[in-house]
């Protein structure tokens, strides 16, 4: 077992150390030169004391420590290593966010004029009190990385499994090669999850107790995790549904008038909020926004010729109407989950996505099959229905705006 609070503790106190002491040497000492003393000081105090003093089972310390390196060492080679080769979904993305963020660190009032998601925006605030130091900010993501191994073990804990189960899932949340990729380089996607992880695990919480503090913290981490990525609202919406219909005491949905009203005017006041703000209308909801003179299906249509090259997928089907666009949306899913598909593959890039990526959601499906009949005899039946629609709803939303394998 885990005891995450003093987890949490150490993680805020060496972050917060770390920003401070950046902040002091900022004039006087070289950005990198501090960065790797810093991420060196975090580092030792991570695999002295943290790891240690935290985790009392010898497995789980000896995982952990095989997370962090892996972690690290991908850090160093895409910040070092350049010269070598790029490591997966470097690059671009990353090269840009750095970039605005040390623009717009200069002067902050740029944030008003030029954004480069919000990720640039934290970014630009973390720069101008620490100076250029990419190599440490990158380094966060490796400990909010690791400290959502902490939060997801915890979770696993909350569903009281064996240990020998517990142990399989921790080690395949954490060798999952996707999750040491976005915990090492410079992307929003550590920050997503992160808070998305605090917010499964206050729901649980709630799933158990039904106390209404939980809730808020579900929605407040929610929300934290759609600012970095406005798609992650739609697991807002999941939750609320379940907050209001959810009966946690019989494990029954209880629908009544009153909860069906207010469930219509916060989606109705949430969709007004996405239209007439136009920091969330950056990325992929712009669809949904009804340009003059054009339709939903018009922007669909505009937005789907964006991404080209060969690992785009379902150019051929058309969409000229809303019930095709409804007809469309499981292919779409189906592809963006699974992409590239077997039958698709152009060689050896696309064998290696099929290993790294693919192969854990066709294990999942595998699960999901073999469990049928625990889930049928189990009290708690509830429980896998509401996560597997929690998964897909978030799934279906990025796969609205999703046409390229790479990118899925």
């Known amino acids: 077992m885990i005891n995450l609070k003093l987890a949490e503790r150490f993680f805020i106190i060496t972050m917060c150390f770390s920003i401070f002491f950046s902040f002091l040497l900022k004039p006087f000492n070289d950005d990198e030169v501090i960065s790797n003393l810093l991420v060196i000081f975090n580092l030792l105090l991570v695999i002295f004391l943290l790891i240690p003093v935290i985790v009392k089972n010898n497995n789980v310390k000896l995982l952990l420590y095989i997370f962090l390196f892996l972690r690290v060492l991908l850090l160093y080679f895409d910040y070092y290593g350049k010269d070598i080769g790029n490591v997966l979904h470097s690059g671009g993305d990353s090269e840009r966010f750095y970039e605005w963020g040390l623009l717009i660190s200069k002067n902050l009032n740029l944030i008003k004029e030029i954004s480069y998601t919000k990720y640039t925006d934290f970014l630009a605030i973390l720069y101008w009190v620490i100076g250029d130091q990419r190599f440490f900010s990158q380094f966060i993501n490796v400990l909010l990385g690791f400290w959502s191994i902490f939060v997801f073990y915890k979770v696993l804990d909350l569903f009281k499994l064996k240990d020998a189960t517990k142990l399989f899932f921790f080690a395949l ?154 007809l469309f949306m499981p292919l779409r899913l189906v592809y963006f989950i699974f992409s590239p598909m077997p039958y698709d593959v152009r060689g050896l890039g696309d064998l290696v996505a099929i290993f790294l990526d693919s192969s854990f959601y066709y294990f999942l499906v595998y699960m999901i099959v073999v469990s049928i009949s625990f889930i049928k005899r189990n009290i708690f039946t509830i429980f896998p229905k509401i996560f597997l629609i929690l998964f897909l709803t978030i799934s279906l939303g990025f796969a609205l705006g999703t046409e390229n394998s790479g990118t899925a």
Request: charged fraction near 10%; charge should be positive; include cysteine.
């Open 173 to 326: 949340y954490g060798f999952y090669p996707q999750n040491i990729i976005f915990s090492s380089i410079l992307l929003r996607e550590a920050l997503i999850q992160f808070f998305f992880m605090y917010s499964i695990l206050f729901f649980i919480k709630w799933l158990n107790s039904n106390k209404r503090i939980h809730v808020f913290k579900t929605l407040i981490f929610i929300v934290l995790s759609s600012f970095f990525h406005p798609g992650m609202l739609l697991g807002l919406l999941v939750y609320v549904f379940m907050f209001l219909f959810l009966d946690v005491q019989n494990y029954k949905f209880n629908f009544t008038f009153k909860k069906i009203a207010f469930l219509t005017i916060f989606c109705s006041l949430s969709l007004a909020f996405i239209i007439y703000n136009s920091s969330l209308l950056t990325g992929k909801l712009a669809i949904f926004v009804i340009q003059e003179n054009s339709s939903l299906i018009e922007n669909y249509q505009s937005k789907s010729g964006i991404e080209e090259g060969g690992a785009t997928y379902l150019r051929n089907f058309k969409v000229n109407s809303p019930i095709d666009l409804v």
